[in-house]
Structures are given as structure tokens and as C-alpha cells.
């Protein structure tokens, strides 16, 4: 099954507590491009969530669930479920994450995610659970930020490829970060052409259209 003749599914995850600011924007353009090459796409984003930070507890080493088990992070936990189980019934299953640079690192909305993902990283390297990943899924990150500076985006290229590697998901992904962007209506056109096709792109790599 080639990926542009099967099911592809794409979870975006927006990690602003902006919900019409600049990373909206290059999720929406993106899932504009997603939707072209005739994937399905859903968006959750982070802030519209209550989760709670990790205790650093040490349940999940024994349980491989987290011991905070009433909070919104269950929607989450779900949605990795869920692109698991779907990358192993043959669904090609992908994530999209669209962050700002807060402090040369992530929104703490959006952390908080990140690190109540660690009951996903012990089932894998502390259990053993899902030791040889998830066939077929793929990761894309979107970043901005206001500055300029050469290592801008770094440290949450660094924390999405661990949140990555702890769903089984590939440590190598593909990555459009922009500087400069305090705010959406300083993306240029060219810009958001860019971020468009990479959506479609995503869905239907070039080598396959
Ligand atoms: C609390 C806070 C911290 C920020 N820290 C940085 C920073 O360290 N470096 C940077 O380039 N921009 C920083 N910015 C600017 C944002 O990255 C920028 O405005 C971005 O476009 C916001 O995207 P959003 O609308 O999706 O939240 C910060 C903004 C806020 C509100």
C-alpha cells in the first residue's frame, strides 16, 4: 500500500495558548495542504486543555500509566493510542506539532504535554511495550518565534523528538521553523505557500505523486 492510496490520518497538536496567533496560523495553512492531498485531519490544541505537570512520581515506570488519571491529559494519551493502534492496522498514521518559542523553549501548556508523555516513554524503554515503534508514522514540526538568534529553535526541536521517540514515532522528522514572526499576518505569502505544501507534501511525498 502506497501512502497516497491508503488511509492517512494527521493529528495536529497546537501548542500556543493563542488560539488565532502565528502557530494557528501555520497549523491551519498546513491542514489546508493536508486536506488537499486527501488526508483526514484533526487538531487538538493544548491550551483548551487542563493537564497538569508530571509529579515525577515513578508510577508509570511500574504501570506504564499515569498516576494523574482525571485530568485532560487523558485526550491525549488517546490520540497516541490511537495513531499507535492505527499505524499497526495499516493506517498511515502522522502528527503534526505547531509551536512558538516562549523563553527559547515551549508554551508550558504545551510542555506539560511533553512531559506527562513519559508514561509513554517508560511502556517503551522501561516495559518493553511497542519496542520496534510504530510502522508508518511520520512527524512534522512547525516553529516561530520573534527573535532572530541561530539557535532559536533548538531546545523544542530537541523536546519533539523525544516526544516523538517516546510514542514511537521516527527522532528524525522534517522541520519549517520561522523567525522574525511575533505575529500571524507576518508570515509572507511565500511563507504560507511553503507551509502549505508541506502539508500536502507530507500526505503525498513527492516521490509518490
Ligand atoms: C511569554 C513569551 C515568551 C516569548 N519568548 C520568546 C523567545 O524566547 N524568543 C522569541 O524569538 N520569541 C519569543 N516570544 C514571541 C513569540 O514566539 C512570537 O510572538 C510568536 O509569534 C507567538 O506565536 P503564537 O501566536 O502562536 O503564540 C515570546 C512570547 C511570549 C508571549
Redesign the pocket.
Known amino acids: 500500500m502506497t501512502e497516497s492510496s491508503g488511509v492517512i490520518k494527521v493529528l495536529g497538536l497546537h501548542m ?3 488560539l488565532d ?4 496560523k501555520m497549523l491551519n495553512v498546513f491542514a489546508d495542504g493536508v486536506e488537499k492531498a486527501g488526508a483526514k485531519f484533526k487538531a487538538l490544541s493544548v491550551s483548551q486543555l487542563d493537564v497538569r505537570g508530571c509529579m515525577e512520581c515513578g508510577h508509570c515506570s511500574e504501570k506504564g500509566e499515569c498516576a494523574i488519571d482525571f485530568d485532560d491529559m487523558n485526550q491525549i494519551y488517546s490520540a497516541w493510542e490511537e495513531a499507535q493502534s492505527d499505524g499497526k492496522e495499516g493506517v498511515s498514521t502522522k502528527i503534526v506539532i505547531a509551536t ?5 523553549d515551549m508554551p508550558s501548556q504545551g510542555k506539560a504535554v511533553l512531559d506527562r508523555s513519559q508514561a509513554f516513554w517508560t511502556r517503551r524503554y522501561v516495559l518493553g511495550k511497542n519496542a520496534d515503534g510504530v510502522p508508518g508514522s511520520k512527524g512534522f514540526l512547525l516553529a ?4 532572530k ?1 541561530k539557535d ?1 529553535f533548538m531546545p523544542v526541536t530537541l523536546a519533539v523528538k523525544y516526544l516523538f521517540d517516546a510514542i514511537g514515532f521516527p527522532k528524525s522528522f522534517p522541520t519549517l521553523s520561522y523567525r522574525g ?4 499576518e507576518k508570515f509572507s505569502p511565500d511563507q504560507l505557500a511553503e507551509i502549505q505544501k508541506a502539508g500536502y507534501d507530507f500526505v503525498r511525498p513527492p516521490q509518490e505523486a
Open positions: 500556543s495558548p493563542r496567533g502565528s502557530s494557528a512558538p518559542v516562549f523563553f527559547y516561530c518565534g520573534a527573535t538568534g532559536l514572526i511575533e505575529r500571524p
